[in-house]
């Protein structure tokens, strides 16, 4: 049995009781909205995080003495840090409770942030960016499982919208604020913007956020240390594949095998141990399982497209940062568009239904962006992402809502933190997924055109003679090698658009393996 929590300090509400009352939410505070409004706050700023960087890493490589090759370490070493923490988010919960947590990790990431922005070399940033990730684990599972909390049965579904939101919204916001910081400014803003956020969000949190009550709970070392090392490893292999040749590098080999090994050991302690990190009740929910794997393609293709939108946009059409930006920024109010809507809908239909009609929504966006051309407009970029926004989400919210619907309570925290993890893993593969085909298809693409370029796809130019221009002719045969490199870049992210397209459509009939549950879709305690 959990031991209630003593009061917290600030005015905030007192620990939560150890069964929620029916009709009544599990936490009670004084003022439900600001403390939503505090709780967002939190997670849109550790999301943004993930992205907002990006788009400031040429100006890093010089003032940090960086290159190319290792700059990319300011990204890896922030999302492994991030995975690796992320399983011992319920443990923590528990024994410090979920309210110090919480502040701890929103003012652990605030600190960490102005250390990542005062970074004068390679080596601090790497090591802020991991205390950076450290923190930024606890404050995705935390903020969720608070968003629930908080909410009275009847109204966790549209609070789940609101946190879906945030989540969506973040990664398209993030390269246009990081692109209006980094041209406007100094890269090292991309981390001081949080300082005033993280701070009014702080305080939020300190005057109205309660604590579930602590608990006695053994942590399970060895659980946690072979999952983290294969997760490490996998996230390792899948960022420096590419940069590596994959499996043609013994580096990326053995990162593949020591990922295997540890989570083969992961799993057999887990099904085998007395405390294992994750309760063995979690994985007999049917709905949170589903949930987990769908996570996974969410991940990938959700992301992959945000990934490659920006190149794409920027080498290929010219566009500048802040545009770029500006063109997926629809992508986010589709989002907005379904997530309000959706709240509503889910009381009236099956909710399988409206996941189905999303992923179908994404698919179908992801299939007009397979028909794109070097002589699209905006408006094709525009419009495509509107719709793929709003089949995002349809999918994510209800999802969410299913994946808690049967879930007990006491686990709510621990299978957050499995779906986030889950996320995570999905994201960093659809995004090395796709630059690999990339990459590939363009060396493949570039190939197959060059074999078909003669005097008639060129009008006007003599190839035979070309030879006459002297120095002219390397400036002639450039310009068709670049034109070249342009329609082979073209036509390898119109096969990635349409590869992430059939693998959304092939999830579909595994809807049907997720649990409906009788009445109202809203998460209760489970008896």
Excluded at 424 to 437: C, D, H, N
Aim: proline share 4%; net charge neutral; aromatic share 10%.
């Amino acid at each position: 049995m959990a031991s209630a929590a003593a009061p917290s300090r600030g005015g905030a509400a007192p620990a939560a009781p150890a069964v929620a009352v029916p009709g009544t939410p599990l936490l009670k505070t004084s003022n439900r909205g600001l403390l939503m409004v505090g709780v967002m706050g939190a997670m849109i700023m550790q999301i943004l995080d993930t992205t907002i960087a990006n788009v400031a890493l040429p100006h890093m490589t010089t003032a940090l003495g960086a290159t190319t090759d290792t700059i990319t370490w300011v990204l890896t070493s922030y999302i492994i840090a991030t995975a690796i923490a992320l399983p011992a988010t319920g443990w923590l919960s528990d024994r410090l409770g979920s309210r110090n947590l919480f502040l701890g990790a929103v003012g652990g990431f605030i600190i960490a942030s102005m250390l990542c922005g005062t970074a004068l070399s390679l080596g601090e940033m790497v090591a802020f960016r991991i205390l950076q990730g450290v923190f930024a684990a606890f404050i995705g599972p935390l903020s969720q499982t608070a968003m629930i909390d908080i909410s009275a049965p009847e109204d966790q579904a549209k609070a789940m919208s609101i946190w879906g939101m945030g989540v969506m919204v973040g990664p398209i916001l993030g390269p246009v604020l990081g692109g209006y910081l980094t041209d406007n400014f100094n890269w090292r803003w991309c981390f001081y913007v949080n300082l005033p956020v993280g701070l009014l969000t702080f305080a939020i949190l300190w005057f109205l956020l309660p604590s579930r009550p602590k608990a006695t709970r053994n942590f399970d070392f060895t659980g946690f240390i072979f999952l983290g090392i294969a997760v490490a490893s996998f996230q390792l292999m899948l960022d420096r594949g590419q940069e590596q040749d994959w499996f043609g590098s013994w580096e990326i080999i053995i990162e593949g095998l020591i990922a295997i090994a540890a989570l083969w050991v992961a799993l057999i302690h887990l099904t085998t141990a007395k405390k294992p990190l994750f309760d063995r009740h979690l994985f007999k929910n049917r709905n949170l399982v589903m949930g987990m794997f769908f996570m996974i393609i969410i991940g990938i293709s959700t992301m992959a497209p945000m990934a490659l939108l920006p190149s794409m946009l920027q080498q290929l059409f010219g566009y500048s940062v802040v545009q770029t930006g500006m063109m997926m920024a629809p992508r986010g109010v589709g989002v907005l568009v379904t997530m309000a809507l959706g709240a509503r809908l889910m009381s009236r239909i099956d909710t399988r239904w409206m996941i189905a009609v999303g992923l179908v929504i994404f698919a179908w966006s992801l299939k007009m962006m397979s028909g794109w051309s070097l002589e699209i407009d905006s408006w094709f970029v525009i419009s495509s992402g509107f719709i793929q926004g709003l089949g995002m989400g349809l999918v994510f919210m209800p999802l969410n809502a299913l994946a808690f619907a049967t879930l007990d309570q006491r686990y709510r925290t621990d299978g957050s933190s499995l779906l986030n993890l889950m996320r995570s893993i999905g994201q960093s593969a659809g995004i090395s997924m796709v630059t690999v085909f990339l990459a590939r298809n363009i060396q493949t693409s570039h190939a197959d055109l060059a074999q078909h370029i003669t005097e008639k796809t060129l009008p006007g130019v003599n190839l035979g003679q070309i030879d006459q221009f002297g120095m002219g002719s390397d400036a002639i045969m450039g310009m068709v090698d670049g034109m070249i490199n342009k329609q082979a870049a073209m036509i390898a992210y119109i096969d990635d658009f349409y590869l992430m397209a059939c693998i959304t459509l092939f999830v579909l009939p595994l809807l049907l393996l997720i649990q409906r549950p009788k009445g109202k879709i809203e998460v209760v305690h489970a008896e």
